[in-house]
């Protein structure tokens, strides 16, 4: 008798275009969210787009919240029940809604995702992790009931927040290398069909290249599409396996130990040149993905990080400690293979 059983999760509604930000209302109100919202947002964004946001409820508080750490998370769960709040509106970059997604599983309801950057996959997954002290949380949670992400918006925010959403999908190529790799060797749980569609999200992307470009709005269009999609393949596959690999070990790990570590997508790409020549060797894929990351203006030096060559070669010798997650890096990358690999793919 056959009697495994799955449960995917994944946004009900998701909304990708201009303008869409004035449907956030509606969208809502087709998901038969009853009560009230609070909406989640930082600075900027509130000002950007904040009141509206605000004029499409009848009845709504706010909370803008400064640094991710877990205060931030615990001021979200106190608002929300001072304003009896039955679901959150997230709305801004990365940070809100990462936020905003561990409050509302603390307090057991849904939440909105409304991005103002293309800038990483946690604006459609059920996945954030916060930083506390020298370690990194990871918290699984569901992923948010709708995502409407407004390009005109996206589009007005830094470039370079775009191209780290970019990098971000084209590491999914090494993430599943990681997780095929874990399967083999250490029996992990795969799924051809996630890890499929992850990497002809970042195959898509890839062939999109010529229209990535600064000031051009369909970049943003390309990328939340594509955010959407990688995050959908983590729903399928009930862990972020299909796009996080060795190349996020890297990132996380630099996040820790650099004085001011880059942008997390743009980390994953130097990363994911990095574990690319790990997996496949000089004669390689790493040049591909390198050549994809320099096609949409994304780094692929440790310069171009704004993080000194001793700090990448710390990082990418102890990421493996980072967590309990197979990858490339086994037990543990010495330093001169680290500075070999580095050095060849000219990261340093
Ligand atoms: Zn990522």
């Not at 849904?110 to 949380?137: K, L, M, Q, Y």
């Not at 290398?177 to 874990?182: E, G, M, N």
């Not at 051009?216 to 955010?227: D, G, P, T």
């Amino acid at each position: 008798m056959f009697e495994k059983s799955t449960w995917i999760k994944l946004p009900r509604n998701v909304l990708v275009g201009h303008g869409v930000l004035d449907d956030v209302g509606t969208a809502v109100s087709e998901l038969s969210l009853a009560g009230t919202p609070l909406l989640v947002t930082s600075p900027t964004p509130n000002d950007l787009a904040g009141d509206r946001l605000r004029a499409q409820f009848d009845d709504v508080e706010t909370v803008t919240v400064g640094s991710a750490s877990f205060g931030a998370v615990a001021e979200i769960v106190e608002a929300a029940e001072a304003a009896d709040a039955t679901f959150l509106v997230a709305l801004g970059g990365g940070k809100p809604i990462d936020l905003a997604k561990m409050a509302a599983d603390e307090l057991g309801v849904g939440f909105v995702s409304v991005p103002t950057a293309a800038s990483h996959d946690g604006i459609v997954s059920g996945r954030s992790s916060i930083p506390e002290g020298d370690t990194r949380h990871s918290v699984a949670a569901d992923p948010p009931l709708a995502v409407i992400a407004d390009t005109e918006i996206m589009a007005n925010a830094p470039w370079e927040l775009t191209t780290a959403g970019c990098a971000d999908i084209i590491s999914n190529y090494t993430a599943v290398k990681d997780w095929r790799l874990a399967r083999r060797l250490k029996n992990v749980e795969y799924s051809e069909y996630a890890g499929a569609l992850s990497e002809m999200t970042a195959e898509m992307l890839v062939d999109s290249a010529d229209s990535i470009k600064q000031g051009l709005e369909e970049s943003s269009w390309i990328v939340s599409k594509a955010l959407v999609s990688s995050g959908v393949a983590m729903s399928i596959a009930g862990s972020s396996r299909p796009a996080s690999g060795a190349e996020h070990l890297f990132s996380h790990q630099l996040d820790r130990i650099a004085d001011s570590p880059g942008l997390h997508g743009h980390q994953v790409g130097v990363g994911s040149i990095l574990t690319e020549f790990l997996h496949t060797g000089e004669n390689g894929q790493w040049r591909a993905i390198r050549d994809a990351l320099e096609a949409i203006g994304a780094p692929t030096t440790a310069a171009e990080l704004g993080i000194d060559d001793e700090t990448v070669i710390e990082a990418l010798t102890t990421a493996h400690t980072i967590r309990d997650r197979y990858t490339i890096l086994g037990d543990g990358v010495n330093e001169d293979a680290a500075v070999e690999v580095a050095t060849f793919t000219g990261v340093i």
